[in-house]
């Protein structure tokens, strides 16, 4: 029997994912720019190691998910 909160949670999963690949791809452009031979501004910095780590996490979540959705489905 399909579990209506279990897809609910794999939409806002996925959609959390997103969010945090679209906020990456917000800096790609400050980060292609950047001179190699200078440093990368401290407040862009730190706003890469924010968005990668909400990245990495939301990521790590919905893979959790799938996977715990796979097992559930291979089990039953």
């Known amino acids: 029997m399909p579990d209506g909160n279990e897809i ?31 440093d990368i501004a401290p407040d862009d910095l730190e706003e890469l190691a924010r968005l990668t780590l909400a990245h990495a996490v939301s990521s790590q979540a919905l893979r959790s998910l799938v996977e715990s959705m796979r097992m559930r489905r291979t089990v039953g």
């Not at 794999?10 to 400050?30: F, H, N, P, Y």
């Open 8 to 38: 609910r949670a794999l939409k806002a999963s996925v959609l959390g994912a997103i969010d945090t690949a679209a906020a990456l791809e917000g800096m790609k452009a400050r980060v292609l720019a950047l001179d190699p031979d200078s």
